[in-house]
Nanobody
């Protein structure tokens, strides 16, 4: 399984970015997907996740109303639309694929990870 994340960059506070993650190597449509983020010295945290169907989603409290996760099973991609970005959203963002149809909060339960894409929000 390979996951390739892209779409990070530098944006001013209040701006938007769209992260995408392309998956290959096994049937995409049956697995949950997630976006984590990590900053230096901190543990990786779950930002958003989506189950296999796209009908069940999770958002970290601090991003609710600003971020939207979506998936396109036909294209084997998952996206994270990030609006109203704030400096505290600065982090390396990783996509991850679950081994079941659902998602998990604990990063240790994910076997497959993308390479990470850096999001920097300037004040």
């Amino acid at each position: 399984v390979q996951l390739q994340a892209f779409g990070g960059g530098l944006v001013q506070a209040g701006g938007s970015l769209r992260l995408s993650c392309a998956a290959s190597g096994r049937t995409f449509s049956v697995y949950g997907m997630a976006w984590f983020r990590q900053t230096p010295g901190k543990e990786r945290e779950l930002v958003s996740a989506i189950d296999w169907s796209g009908n069940v989603v999770y958002y970290l409290d601090s991003v609710k109303g600003r971020f939207t996760i979506s998936r396109d099973n036909a294209k084997s991609t998952v996206a994270l639309q990030m609006n109203s970005l704030q400096p505290e959203d600065t982090a390396v963002y990783y996509c991850a694929q679950s081994n079941t149809g659902t998602y998990y909060v604990r990063d240790s339960l994910y076997k497959y990870w993308g390479q990470g894409t850096l999001v920097t929000v300037s004040s």
